[in-house]
């Protein structure tokens, strides 16, 4: 029996038995969901390249919540009990570390920056530091380390990944949960929608359509075929 769960602004989440299925909509979203349109197909294109990406963590060390990728737009993947959170891992600056702190856009980064960002539209995510998640009582201080460490870990094996057909992974975005047994696992989805994708000053993700820069969905299948050639690497 499949019992729907939640749907959110571009997935819908259903229980299944154990397990749980994320089904990707077509809907894509700016500005704490201001902006909003559908596009065909948008949600195929990000189920598969999240079920790529994710099968290539997990092979590569880094636990995530994907089990099976059920065609053309369902994944399915371990039930999490997720934080309200999202962790951004910057390699260049870029959108709102440029905002907050200046500097220019494609600039390197010393070293792998990690940011905590509530998940919350009506307050625009603010960002938080490890102190407000232990005094929120949203994650204890171990389990933001550990998310941290996850974080960086996985954003090192995309960037070399991508890195392999001269691609350049500006930053990335991750939500994680807790499973059954309390272990801190990566969740949600992987696709142009959560990281900067860049190759020789082109346009690899939602920025196209944040930006108003053409069609997000020619780019968005562009990086389907790049990770399906990566992942027969
Ligand atoms: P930012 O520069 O706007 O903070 O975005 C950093 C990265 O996180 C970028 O790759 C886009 C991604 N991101 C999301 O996946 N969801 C969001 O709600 C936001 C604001 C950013
Ligand atoms: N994910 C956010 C939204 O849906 C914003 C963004 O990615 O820029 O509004």
Known sequence: ???????????VVKREGGFVLLEFKDDITAGDGLKHDVMENKGVYCAEITAILMKYLNENSVRTHFL???????????????????VVVRFKKAGSFVKRYGGTEGEDLEKPLVEFFLKDDARHDPMVCVDHLELLGIAE??????????????SELLKSLFAKSG????DIKY????DSEGRVILGDEISPDTFRLRKRGEI???????????DPMEKYREVLELCRSLSSL
Do not use: C, H
């Open 1 to 11: 029996m499949v019992i729907l769960k939640y749907e959110g602004k571009t997935k």
């Open 141 to 154: 201080k171990k389990q933001a380390e550990e998310m941290k460490e996850i974080s960086v870990k996985a």
């Open 175 to 178: 939500e994680f949960g807790l």
């Open 204 to 214: 690899f993700d939602k920025d196209v359509y944040r930006r108003d820069l053409g």
């Open 68 to 86: 099976e990728y059920i065609p053309p737009r369902t994944l399915k993947v371990i039930p999490l009990k997720m934080f309200p959170l999202e």
């Open 167 to 170: 691609f350049e992974l500006w």
